[in-house]
């Protein structure tokens, strides 16, 4: 779904420094966790806003459902009107090359029927088959066409100029408001531990509410080598910020960048691709990152295809005054992703996948191994509607117990439910009301449940949180 997928802009930040005065000295939370919430909090804002592309291309596939079977046309092979409908069905079932193959025979009987000519156009623009559609739309300009088919023939005409383009750059910005019950991630117990003493919360490490402000601004581009299989050069440079209302040493800066390439073929699919990261943390430089990420798919079936992902980052955290022991978490990251992407429909995804994440860090009880199950499943609904549901469940063994805090070893559960459900201004009754430019601006709705337990109850919290998020995308 345009799943712009994804899913929604949101960002869940796990912990908060905990100091307690001449008890014992400050103690930093582990802050890896929030390194993790701004990266999945671009990748779903990038992921809603292709859930949403794709849900309008569903729709319109979607209302040519008619019922026609090939049974049908072997009865009455003449009846154009009745071809006309099976090649609406083709098409909503995603059988583009029968569908276009039922519209030229049509045309070879009747080559003046308008309708059934940009129908033919657009199956041959979903078939990459461009200078064929562009002549198929050219010719329609030459004949008398009610306004709804010309705006239409228009519309593709520009969207096919603008896929021959080699290369092509986006600009996509998002902003939006949000709610957390417990932003601070105070514990549930309402104490914590300090050298295995149970101290009270006071103060600032009390459980608290607060309200953000979110903008999320990507440009990006793609170049395409010339080649028949499609190869292409990619890239894209991330501005994420987050601003608290109350709790302001939680505030967020990322600079994120990516340079990379995709290699096509009949058997794989790879896009390699140098990452690099900059995050403030209450405005000060908090972690630098610079890695390679891997990403490799491949369709299995018609409905089904796998991937697999590998990331590689060097984390080379800072001390600042928010959290003076920074540096212990210097080190490098490995993460892994299995899966596959089912469609059962097509207007469904069903994502199922497992990871494993290794983090090394300078001082051993900040790093650790964690095991990840993650289901995802998107929904295009109608005319550009869609959900987006997103469950994680994390398994977290920490290598070395931090005795400040308690002499065993940490290990947490982190359970993760996010629902986001969006549509464009134009569906929300805002079409007439407006300006043109902005009904294709994509309105998403999402909550969170974030549950944590872990062995020692400085790390067992809850949060809830809701978000509104607004994203328009330009292309040129």
Known sequence: MRLKGN??????????????GVVSPALAEDLAQEVRAVRREVWSERYADAVAQKSGALE?????????????????????????????QQIANNELIGAAATLERILLVKPNL??????????????????????????????????????????????????????RFGLRETIGWGYDTNRNAAPSSKFQLAGEVPVGLEGTNRKRDDTHFTNI???????????????????????????????????????????GGRYKSK???????????????????????LG?????????????????NFRYDYQRYSGISENTTGAQRKGPEYDYLWGISYAPVSTMRIIPSIGYTNKNAKSRFDGYD?????????????????????????????????TAIAGRFRHDKIFRYRVTAGAPLSVLGLGKVVPKMMR??????????????????NYAYTNNKIEGLFTKRWEF
């Open 267 to 289: 058997w794989i699919n790879v896009a390699p691709s140098f990452v690099a990261s900059n995050i403030l943390l209450s405005r000060e430089t908090y972690l630098r990152t």
């Open 60 to 88: 319109e596939s979607k209302k040519f459902k008619t019922g026609v079977t090939f049974d049908d046309i072997l009865k009455d092979p003449d009846n154009l009107e009745l071809n006309f409908q099976f090649a609406q």
């Open 114 to 167: 308008a309708d059934v000519r940009l129908l033919y156009g657009v199956v041959l623009y979903r078939l990459n088959s461009l200078d064929e559609a562009k002549r198929e739309l050219d010719s329609l300009q030459r004949l008398q066409l009610p306004r709804d088919i010309e705006a239409q023939v228009n519309e593709y005409r520009k969207r096919i100029d603008a896929r021959k383009r080699r290369t």
């Open 292 to 308: 390679l990420n891997i990403l490799m798919d491949r369709q299995i079936t018609k409905k089904v295809s796998g991937f697999m």
């Open 7 to 20: 899913l929604f802009a949101r960002l869940f930040f796990c912990f908060f420094i905990l100091t307690f």
């Open 370 to 402: 964690r095991f990840n199950l993650n289901l995802t499943h998107t929904w295009a609904l109608w005319r550009g509607t869609f959900l987006i549901n997103t469950a994680n469940l994390y398994f977290d063994r920490y290598d070395e117990p931090e």
């Open 440 to 457: 294709d601006i994509v309105f998403t709705l999402s909550y969170e449940y974030y549950r944590s337990l872990s062995n020692i109850t």
């Open 217 to 259: 601004t990507t440009v990006d581009f793609k170049h395409d080598l010339g080649m028949p299989a499609g190869h292409e050069l990619f890239g894209s440079f991330t501005y994420f910020l987050q601003e608290q209302t109350k709790v302001d040493s939680l505030d967020i800066g990322m600079f994120q960048y990516e340079l």
